[in-house]
C-alpha cells in the first residue's frame, strides 16, 4: 500500500529513535538560545518519509512535554513544527542537487523567522491579548526570531548530508 500510514516494528523503532534523537539534540544545543537542529530533522525526516515524518515530529512533541512539562509554551508546538513539515510536504520531490540546499536552507530559515509569529496566535488566546497586544508580541520577540532564522540557515545545510544517511539506513531497515 504506497503511502500508507501503516507502520511496521521496525519503523515504530526506528521513527521513537529519531524523535529521541530531536529531542537530545535540542538538549545538547540549549546553551546555544534559539540554535537547535529540529528543522534540520524535520526537514530531512519529511524528504525522506513523507506522511511518515509525522511520527518521529510528534515523537519529538510528546517527550518534550513529558520531560519538560505541558505548560502553556508547550501547546503551540502541536502546530508549529506540522507548518514546517507541511512546507517541506509542498516542495518538489525530486529537485535538483544544485538547488536543493539552498531551497531547503531558505525554508528551513523561514519558519525561524516566523517562530514568533507563528507562536502569537496562540499566546493572543492564552493571554487574553488584542490584535495591538499580539502584534507587540511578535515585534519584542523579532531579534529573537533573526537568531533562530540566521542559524536555521546554517544548520540547513546538514539537511541533505541527513537525507542521504537516513536514505542508505532505510534500505537496511524498512526492507
Request: hydrophobic residues 55%.
Amino acid at each position: 500500500m504506497k503511502g500508507s500510514m501503516k507502520l511496521n516494528i521496525k519503523e515504530i523503532a526506528l521513527f521513537g529513535m529519531l524523535g529521541a534523537l530531536m529531542y537530545a539534540s535540542k538538549i545538547a544545543l540549549e546553551f546555544l538560545p534559539n540554535v537547535h537542529l529540529i528543522a534540520v530533522f524535520i526537514t530531512a525526516e519529511t524528504v525522506v518519509y513523507r506522511k511518515k515524518a509525522l511520527y518521529p515530529i510528534y515523537t519529538f512533541i510528546l517527550l518534550t512535554g513529558l520531560l519538560n512539562g505541558f505548560g502553556i509554551w508547550w501547546w503551540p508546538y502541536l502546530y508549529i513544527w506540522a507548518v514546517l513539515w507541511g512546507a517541506v510536504m509542498l516542495l518538489p520531490k525530486d529537485m535538483p542537487e544544485n538547488v536543493a540546499p539552498f531551497v531547503y536552507m531558505c525554508v528551513c530559515a523561514l519558519h525561524g523567522l516566523l517562530y514568533g509569529t507563528l507562536y502569537a496566535p496562540y499566546q493572543a488566546l492564552a493571554f487574553h491579548l488584542d490584535f495591538h497586544g499580539m502584534l507587540a508580541w511578535i515585534a519584542a520577540g523579532l531579534p529573537y526570531d533573526a537568531i533562530h532564522g540566521l542559524s536555521n540557515f546554517f544548520c540547513a545545510m546538514l539537511v541533505l548530508p541527513l537525507v542521504k544517511v537516513m536514505k542508505q539506513a532505510q534500505k537496511l531497515v524498512i526492507n
